[in-house]
């Protein structure tokens, strides 16, 4: 059974708060380059239209949030990308997920996108097929899998 969730912006005051979940997808990012990228994406100090939202109870513990940009995409002229979008929440773990589903659409249609793209996180050990339950949560608020995205990391300069 699923627990009601308020979806809110993350506001400055919580970015440290919910490092714990960008652990969860990006072991590697440390809490000062977590602050520093949600200041630039929430504070309007990047050209892209952006933000982040959280799923928090009524305590306001974060269960779940997401970061969504607008970028122009061939054939879509506006899309609303979702990367990541993550939960932890031991007793209701799809809950927050569903909430912050629930939640894009009315986002994307007030900055004028066409589609919704989520880009879910991948971490060692953690490879979701498009059978793992979970996917019944996003096929469920209309979502279906369409191609595979491929990432590569640059090797970073040295310094001089």
Request: a negative charge; aromatic letters at 8%; glycine letters at 6%.
């Amino acid at each position: 059974m699923s627990r009601h969730y308020h979806i809110r912006p993350l506001a400055e005051s919580e970015f440290a708060r919910a490092y714990p979940l960008i652990r969860a997808v990006a072991p590697e990012l440390s809490l000062n380059a977590w602050l520093g990228f949600a200041r630039v994406f929430t504070l309007g100090e990047t050209a892209l239209e952006g933000g982040i939202i959280s799923a928090q109870d009524d305590g306001a513990y974060i269960y779940g949030l997401c970061c969504y940009m607008v970028l122009p995409r061939l054939c879509i002229r506006r899309s609303l990308i979702v990367e990541p979008i993550v939960a932890l929440h031991v007793v209701d773990p799809l809950g927050p997920i569903e909430a912050l589903l629930e939640a894009l659409e009315p986002i994307a249609r007030r900055l004028g996108c066409d589609s919704i793209q989520l880009v879910l996180p991948r971490s060692e050990g953690s490879e979701i097929e498009a059978d793992h339950p979970s996917f019944d949560v996003f096929r469920a608020a209309g979502y279906e899998l369409d191609g595979i995205k491929l990432s590569r990391r640059l090797a970073q300069p040295r310094p001089a």
